[in-house]
């Protein structure tokens, strides 16, 4: 089975530009979550969905962020406009909730800098 | 509200040592317990997970009990690698929230 899918793999973006990053979460899954890390501030969760809608967002540092799940197939997190500080690498996840020990897949990781 | 507080790395230790990363835990509810590891380059994977007190979750050579008495759940493994070298997460989760609460991590490295 694929596991979950990101892209791109690796985005170089100048500052005040807007980027997208995608994500495919393994087939059947009900639950996206999407997680930046960083050096300084270690593993964030920045929001998440449950059967594509979304139930915490409150890890979204700022409007410039934003984040959709049109489908139970497909999210993106969009940045506009980015900013240097947003470097880091942005993870999504995804698993299939309502068990009380439901685990959660990684994808690879869309590691952005921003210059 | 929950948290996760893991000691602090990094973490260097010669092939075949004795490993013991320390977890400890505060949250509402009872939650289940888990760790992830992060191999270079790569997203985190769940390592092993236990869900009620005094249950052992093991996995690849590594056990982590769930210790309520103590709040606790510390990775150990009798003999590491080098291939065991990664970041190492300790996360919990309450009740049907699917949300996961995360230590900090803590680096491994492993050295022939």
């Known amino acids: 089975d694929a596991g979950v899918i990101q892209s791109p793999r690796h985005e170089v973006t100048e500052m005040g530009q807007e980027v997208t990053l995608r994500c495919k979460p393994i087939?059947?899954?009900?639950?996206l979550f999407w997680y930046r890390q960083t050096m300084m501030r270690g593993l964030e969760l920045l929001i998440y969905?449950?059967?594509?809608?979304?139930?915490?967002d409150s890890g979204m540092p700022e409007d410039r962020f934003s984040a959709k799940m049109p489908n139970a197939s497909f999210s993106t997190l969009k940045i506009q406009p980015s900013e240097p500080r947003d470097s880091a690498v942005y993870f999504c996840a995804s698993s299939l909730s309502g068990s009380f020990t439901d685990t959660q897949y990684f994808g690879p990781g869309t590691r952005l800098t921003v210059l | 509200g929950n948290s996760v507080t893991q000691m602090e790395g990094p973490v260097t230790l010669s092939e075949e040592a004795f490993l013991t990363i320390n977890c400890t835990y505060t949250a509402t509810g009872y939650p289940s317990l888990f760790w992830y590891v992060q191999y270079p380059g790569e997203g985190l994977q769940l390592l092993l997970k236990?869900?009620?007190?005094?249950d052992k979750g093991s996995n690849k050579g590594f056990e982590a009990t769930y210790r309520k008495e103590t709040t606790s759940f510390h990775l150990e493994k009798g003999s590491v690698q080098v291939s065991d070298s990664a970041v190492y997460f300790c996360a919990l989760k309450t009740g049907a929230n699917s949300k996961l609460t995360f230590g900090k991590g803590i680096t491994l490295s492993v050295r022939p």
């Open positions: 087939s059947g899954h009900n639950s």
């Open positions: 969905f449950n059967n594509n809608v979304p139930i915490d």
């Open positions: 236990a869900t009620k007190a005094d």
